[in-house]
């Protein structure tokens, strides 16, 4: 549940309880649920904490691996432009995540910027050296840019597990 849903029903609660001890003496003649004023207070704060919780999600810093989920729904939907500017700033916010790099090489593949490709490929392995699919991904740039030799290579690292 959202934060905001959180917050109104602990608004509605603080409602509920707020209202008992009003309800009891118009109907009842006396002040009955003593701990109805406390509780009501007490969702009021949590209502409070929930909305200031659910303004401050839409300000603050994204999570990298949401950023990146979000490129690869818009590059699926053919919004390729707006993918990729959400892989670099997924980058800007996190240098080290190399997955950003890797998706934004094969983004740059796919539209023939094979160049801009090989730079994301190269920061992703600089970043993760183990990954052998990384080399893979790299040695099909060199090849779009006629470096057999060097995709030849790249190839072997793959298939050797990284570096």
């Known amino acids: 549940m959202s934060p905001s849903r959180w917050s109104r029903t602990a608004f509605a609660i603080a409602l509920v309880f707020g209202s008992l001890p009003v309800a009891s003496r118009l109907m009842?003649?006396?002040?009955?649920?003593?701990?109805?004023?406390?509780?009501?207070?007490?969702?009021?704060?949590?209502?409070?904490?929930?909305?200031?919780?659910?303004?401050?999600?839409?300000?603050?810093?994204?999570?990298?691996?949401?950023?990146?989920?979000?490129a690869n729904q818009l590059a699926a939907a053919g919004r390729s432009d707006r993918a990729l500017g959400r892989l670099t700033e997924a980058i800007r916010q996190?240098?080290?995540?190399?997955?950003?790099?890797?998706?934004?090489?094969?983004?740059?593949?796919?539209?023939d910027r094979p160049e801009d490709a090989l730079r994301d490929f190269d920061q992703a392995i600089a970043i993760a050296p183990a990954e052998p699919h990384l080399y893979a991904l790299r040695a099909q740039a060199h090849l779009v840019l006629g470096d057999d030799v060097a995709s030849a290579r790249d190839l072997e690292a793959a298939a050797g597990g990284g570096a």
């Open 28 to 70: 009842l003649g006396d002040w009955e649920f003593q701990g109805a004023a406390g509780i009501a207070c007490l969702c009021v704060a949590a209502g409070v904490y929930f909305k200031v919780l659910d303004r401050r999600s839409f300000r603050g810093v994204s999570d990298p691996a949401a950023m990146l989920d979000q």
């Open 94 to 111: 996190s240098p080290r995540f190399w997955q950003a790099f890797q998706y934004r090489g094969e983004l740059h593949l796919l539209h």
